[in-house]
């Protein structure tokens, strides 16, 4: 992998290029700055899987989908494997994760369903909230 | 009871076993097909790779005066730079096509493929899209979007690689290619810039 792209996956640090920003407005969870490198990417990942499900949705396409680990491990690009109707019941709720089993962090987060290697999380305290205000409904 | 009856089913099972082995060696023959596919890209990288550095040296050799003269054509990594606007326009621009040629693929041919193609092609459609409107938003906070969707881009080769027979699913592979070289060279331009004294 080239070094850039390892660079960034193991959280670099929150870049803040003067006169790079765009004049559109708006907030991504990359932009706040009291986020740490972990929720940034978990939230990117979150993001992401909620892109192939809107595929997944729109093509009417698999019983099973392979979404991308929500961990937010620095460099972590695992595949989760899960029917599309559980991912749409973990997504429904804005504190939780789909990952897989070790992946866990028991500080920010509890386990609240285990199935075949793979772990619903729920975040807590801090987390939560950050994981809360990022929230898209599908 | 050996007349007529166990003849039909010895010509049955024959059949059965011929088809299973033609339908084996067809796949060993694809396989051989898709081997010596990428040994040939790989070949015809190191090729170009020293026919630039050949091109290089020639003018090396042009501007210490010894030869008389120069060559007829410059070395493909002496285009003029980018630099951070550009490489950044470019993987936009690289991510919003890679999201539209999955888009398509998906529509054109989703019938028939097998799962792990189509999935891999979602995975590539989903990353340059959060990494094109992260981008539009604001480069800046864009490093792990551009990232990820370079690795995703990555893993993904060996179902780029193809063979592919219609024009959609050659389409989506090449825009995801693409894509991924503009996220990287996205990347390399946003480090640079982090990393250049202000």
Excluded at chain 1, 86 to 114: S, T
Aim: proline fraction near 4%; aromatic fraction near 4%; glycine fraction near 8%.
């Amino acid at each position: 992998m080239p070094c850039g792209a390892d660079r960034a996956l193991r959280g670099a640090g929150r870049p803040s290029l003067e006169g790079l920003g765009s004049e559109r407005g708006g907030s991504t969870a990359d932009q706040d700055a009291t986020l740490d490198s972990r929720t940034r990417n978990e939230l990117l990942f979150r993001e992401v899987n909620q892109r192939i499900q809107e595929i997944a949705d729109r093509f009417d396409m698999w019983a099973e989908t392979e979404f991308m680990c929500e961990c937010g491990r620095a460099g972590c690009a695992d595949l989760v494997a899960v029917p599309l109707a559980v991912y749409n019941e973990v997504r429904d709720h804005p504190a939780r994760f789909i990952l897989l089993a070790g992946h866990e962090d028991e500080e920010i987060e509890r386990v609240v369903e285990r199935r075949d290697g793979v772990l619903v999380v729920e975040k807590v305290g801090g987390a939560a909230e950050a994981a809360a205000r990022f929230h898209r409904q599908p | 009871m050996t007349g007529f009856g166990g003849d039909v089913l010895e010509t049955a099972g024959d059949t059965m076993s011929e088809v299973r082995a033609e339908r084996e060696a067809r796949a060993h023959v694809r396989d051989q097909a898709r081997t010596s596919r990428r040994l040939a890209r790989a070949l015809r990288d190191r090729a170009v790779a020293a026919r630039e550095e050949n091109l290089v040296h020639r003018w090396r050799l042009w501007s210490a005066g010894l030869l008389p003269s120069p060559p007829d054509i410059i070395p493909l990594d002496w285009s003029h730079p980018l630099g951070l606007e550009g490489a950044v326009a470019r993987a936009e621009q690289a991510c919003r096509d890679c999201a539209a040629a999955c888009d398509a693929a998906f529509s054109a041919r989703r019938r028939g493929l097998p799962r792990e193609v189509i999935q891999a092609f979602a995975r590539n459609a989903a990353t340059a899209t959060v990494a094109q409107r992260r981008l539009e938003f604001d480069p800046a906070d864009s490093l792990g979007a551009l990232a990820l969707c370079a690795l995703v881009v990555e893993r993904a080769e060996p179902v780029l690689a193809g063979p592919w027979r219609h024009a959609e699913l050659v389409l989506a592979a090449s825009a995801s290619r693409r894509c991924g070289v503009a996220c990287r060279a996205a990347l390399t331009a946003l480090y640079a810039e982090l990393d250049a004294p202000h």
